[in-house]
C-alpha cells in the first residue's frame, strides 16, 4: 500500500494512477460533503468533478502544510459555497440520495419524512454552522480538523458546531 506522501509525489510527477487512487480515495467523501452542501444529488456530481479537477491543476502546489483530505475538502467547501451563490432560489430537496447503511429504526416514508425535514434544517443554517454540522455529523471529523478545513480556531469550530445544534434541535422539534 502507497503512503499518501508517496502517492502525492507520484502524482504531482505525473503518475496517471496515482492521480486515480487519490481520487477513488476521497470521492465518495467529497460527494457526500458537496451533498451535505448544496442538497441536490446533480449538483454534488458536478462539484464532485470541478473539486476533482482543481486538485489535478493545483496538486504541484499542494505544500502539506495541511494533510491532502483537509486540502480536498477545503476545496470542496469552497466551490459548494460557489454553486449556492449562483443559484438563483432554493432547490427542493427531490432528489437527494442519502445512502444510509444502518438499519433504521423508523421505517419507510416516517423515515424519509424524518430525513428531509433533517435535511432542510442543516440547509437552513448560516453556511459557517451547516459546514461544522456536516463535517462533525457526516464526515466524522474532529473538532480540530474542521478547524483547519474551515481556516478558523478550535474554538470557532466548536461554537459553529454547538449552534448548529442548538438551532437543529429547535427546528426538529
Known sequence: MDSEHNLIERAKAGDEGAYQKI????????????????????????ITQEVFIRVFKSL????????????????????????????????????????DSKPSPLEGTEYREKLEEFMK?????????QTAAILRIQQGL????????????????????????KKLRKSMV
Open 23 to 46: 481520487v477513488d480515495n476521497y470521492k465518495d467523501q467529497v460527494f457526500r460533503l458537496a451533498l451535505g452542501i448544496v442538497r441536490n444529488s446533480q449538483e454534488a456530481e458536478d
Open 60 to 99: 504541484k502546489s499542494f505544500q502539506y502544510r495541511s494533510l491532502l483530505k483537509t486540502w480536498i475538502f477545503r476545496i470542496t467547501i469552497n466551490i459548494g459555497k460557489n454553486f449556492l451563490k449562483k443559484r438563483t432560489d432554493a432547490l427542493p430537496l427531490e432528489g437527494v440520495e442519502i445512502e
Open 121 to 129: 434544517a442543516i440547509g437552513n443554517l448560516p453556511f459557517k454552522q
Open 142 to 165: 474532529e473538532f480540530k480538523e474542521i478547524a483547519r478545513i474551515m481556516k478558523c480556531t478550535l474554538g470557532g469550530a466548536r461554537s459553529h458546531y454547538f449552534q448548529a445544534l
